[in-house]
Every structure is written in structure tokens, then in C-alpha cells.
């Protein structure tokens, strides 16, 4: 009896388990178009397709290929995405962000400095800010605006801001300490 009832636990979780990756894939592949498509950027070349974008359409939850190997936080410009990526390769968190006005060229970077609350180039406060690069003396980095917002950015402003909700913000915050690796991919 006890291997019978022991099975049907086994069973009810897998399919627990199932539905919620469902689900957890269903919820990724309806993002608004909104966080999906790149706002015009005259301050950067418009970022090409590529293997990379067309496979990270594909599987959302999946790290873009060409991303780099082992401990890592991928942004890819097109989709507008993040993906925190463990030491196995392994996603632990993927997520939709808002792109500021000035964009990082791809590649390979690390965190140069961080800091846990500020008022941002736009006026915004924000908290949980990872930077990571500049460009054209803009310093380009992660943050969460304390008010929850990510709205489009002003193209008449020049920022560096990659908005992103607060909850994605404290796991960027906990996940990339100073001098993580953070690989740009079109």
C-alpha cells in the first residue's frame, strides 16, 4: 500500500512540475511587444538578427547560443531579455528589460561598480545599479526604478539605464557582484 500511495505522490508532482513549466513557458512567450521590439537608438547601430536572437525567440528560457560558457548574465538587445546564467550553464532566472537610450556594443564585460540606491541620469530613483561598461562617456549598467516603472526611455536624453522590475533587479543585485561576467549578445 505504502509503494502504491508513494507512486501516486511521484506521479501528481511530475505533473505538477509539468504544468508549472508550462505555464512559466507560457507566460514568457506572451510578453507585451512593448518589452519585445528595440526602441529606435540613433546613439548605437540597430542591433542585427543572428543565430542568437533567432534561437533565444525560440526557446525564451533557454540562454542565447554564443553566449559564453559557465557563470555569466547575458543581455540581449533584441529581445530585450536578461538571463542569469550558474557555473553548470544552467538559466536560474531569465527576464524581460526596457533598454536605455544608449546601447553597449556586443560583447564580453564585467561589473565595474555597483551601487544599492541613487537618483539615475533621468531623474528617476532607482536601486540595485550593476554597471558594467560606458559608451561615449554614458555608463551603461542594470537598475530598478524604487517605483516599480520601466517606461520607454527619452531619446532626447542620453542614459544607460537597462530597466527592469524590482524583484529581477534584487536577483540581478545578489547574482552579479563586482566583476562578473556580462556578455551583450545582438
Known amino acids: 500500500m505504502a509503494r502504491s500511495s508513494s507512486g501516486a505522490v511521484a506521479g501528481l508532482t511530475a505533473v505538477a512540475l509539468a504544468v508549472v513549466a508550462f505555464l512559466a513557458y507560457q507566460a514568457s512567450a506572451h510578453v507585451p511587444a512593448a518589452l519585445k521590439e528595440p526602441a529606435a537608438v540613433p546613439s548605437a547601430p540597430a542591433p542585427s538578427g543572428g543565430a542568437a536572437a ?10 542565447p547560443r554564443g553566449s559564453g560558457r559557465g557563470l555569466r548574465v547575458v543581455y540581449a538587445l533584441t529581445d530585450r531579455r536578461v538571463w542569469l546564467v ?21 560583447g564580453t564585460y564585467s561589473v565595474t561598480s555597483r551601487s544599492g540606491r541613487i537618483t539615475g541620469s533621468d531623474g528617476v530613483r532607482i536601486e540595485h545599479v550593476v554597471r558594467f561598461t560606458s559608451v561615449d562617456n554614458v ?36 547574482f552579479a557582484t563586482i566583476g562578473s561576467k556580462i556578455v551583450v549578445v545582438p
Open 139 to 174: 555608463n551603461i549598467g542594470f537598475s530598478s526604478a524604487v517605483d516599480g516603472s520601466m517606461p520607454e526611455p527619452d531619446p532626447q536624453l542620453r542614459t544607460g539605464g537597462v530597466r527592469m522590475k524590482r524583484a529581477d533587479g534584487d536577483a540581478m543585485w545578489a
Open 86 to 106: 550558474d557555473e553548470a550553464g544552467q538559466v536560474t532566472r531569465t527576464f524581460g528589460v526596457m533598454p536605455s537610450s544608449v546601447n553597449p556594443r556586443p
Open 54 to 63: 533567432d534561437q533565444s525567440r525560440k526557446e525564451p528560457l533557454a540562454a
